[in-house]
């Protein structure tokens, strides 16, 4: 563990290298990737008992068509729609979707959508089978029965919660989660043709997401050969292809490999997220910004930070990042922080604090709150109020220096 900051506030030490490795990972849920994957739900149901589904979704992916494209596949398998996903949903949009699912003797949840989609299906296949208010369930493991089955179908490339045990929800202004083991779907069908439509905004903001979550979980303490592997391939398909898909939305080499680069970031967030995560927290609710905009600005900082405290590790990263390798692990956080940066600007994600409003007199709140609200037990680099403040000091004015 290292104190983050620069000195004389911290002393910076590279973290210690394992002699004897050891670690687990679970994941119960059959994954099919492909264009064209998502004319399997109607077996995949069939294999799973179903007869009558409740699809979660949005009220976007009613009107693109997106969810006729699904529902066209199902085979005969009965459904209903569920469309009153909003974006970083509310602790009430679970409870409204808590009240549907227990209407009716539903047996399969199909969640079709981005993140906020699938989350709030995970959770309703979850609250189908667990009493009580939506609230109750705000932590971690606090789900006891068996959830419904569940089948995941991703429309952005992003947030890899078609593999993840964790639905995030507003409480009170402030992002919480839901997290059990139980959540992990029953089947994801990842299909590249269903984000051929994403716009550019959003397609730089779930990039960036996925960006960020292969490159979080690649940095933290809780990192194994499985994650890693994933979240390096994740990166470099990420980085060679977000502005292409951002540029030319019909590319779809860049699509597939952008969709393929999300799942790997799906695959690793087994490790958990760091600290740009908590810090994206602070700032998505608070000013109105999309999940991957909020976490893609302090990426480049995260990166420049951690080097040194994760110094055996930034070769590979540069390398994953196309940035030479050859300098030393300080070196090479600034140079890969750089990299993330321009990779950000190449789509138009803000890259400092002020740019999306934050005053200098708003620094010391957001520091207190990302450390008292989002700690990361899991982050190799130890944060206090000073060296946290001085963090978000140099995000507001654009400061990549460790």
Not at 239 to 259: I, P, T
Not at 278 to 285: E, L, M, R, V
Not at 311 to 316: D, H, I, R, T
Request: aromatic share 6%; net charge neutral.
């Amino acid at each position: 563990m290292q104190l983050g900051g620069s000195p004389p506030e911290s002393v910076k030490k590279p973290s210690r290298i394992l002699l004897l490795l050891k670690f687990s990972y679970f994941l119960p849920t059959k994954l099919t990737f492909g264009f064209g994957s998502v004319k399997e739900i109607g077996a995949e149901a069939k294999s799973l008992g179903a007869t009558k589904a409740l699809v979660v979704t949005d009220k976007i992916m009613v009107k693109t068509g997106i969810v006729q494209k699904v529902t066209d596949s199902l085979d005969g398998t009965a459904f209903d729609v569920f469309d009153e996903v909003e974006a970083e949903p509310r602790v009430e949009v679970a409870q409204s979707v808590a009240d549907r699912v227990r209407s009716k003797p539903y047996d399969l949840v199909i969640g079709v959508g981005g993140g906020s989609s699938m989350d709030m299906a995970k959770v309703a296949a979850g609250f189908a089978s667990n009493g009580g208010p939506a609230t109750a369930f705000v932590g971690n493991n606090l789900f006891s029965k068996e959830p419904l089955p569940s089948i995941m179908v991703p429309t952005t490339a992003g947030t890899g919660a078609e593999l993840t045990v964790t639905s995030m929800v507003t409480v009170g202004g402030h992002k919480q989660w839901i997290n059990s083991p139980l959540l992990l779907p029953s089947v994801a069908l990842v299909d590249p043709e269903l984000t051929m439509s994403m716009p550019p905004g959003v397609t730089a903001a779930t990039g960036m997401d996925a960006l960020c979550h292969n490159t979080e979980a690649y940095l933290s303490a809780l990192a194994s050969p499985i994650t890693d592997s994933a979240a390096l391939y994740g990166i470099a398909l990420i980085v060679q292809n977000l502005q292409k898909a951002f540029e030319s939305g019909g590319d779809r080499l860049a699509r597939e490999s952008m969709s393929l680069g999300a799942l790997m970031g799906g695959i690793a967030l087994q490790a958990k997220m760091v600290y740009g995560h908590s810090i994206g927290y602070t700032i998505a609710t608070r000013f109105r910004l999309p999940h991957g905009v909020s976490c893609g600005l302090p990426l480049p900082y995260i990166i420049s930070n951690y080097a040194v405290a994760c110094a055996p590790k930034m070769k590979k990263l540069a390398e994953a990042y196309g940035v030479d390798p050859s300098t030393d692990p300080g070196g090479l956080g600034q140079a890969v922080a750089e990299r993330a940066r321009s990779i950000a600007l190449s789509v138009k994600i803000p890259t400092t604090l002020q740019d999306i409003g934050v005053a200098e007199s708003d620094l010391p709140g957001l520091a207190d709150e990302c450390l008292s609200l989002y700690p990361r037990p899991n982050s190799p680099l130890v944060f206090d109020v000073k060296s946290m403040g001085l963090l978000y000091r140099r995000m507001w004015a654009g400061d990549l220096g460790a």
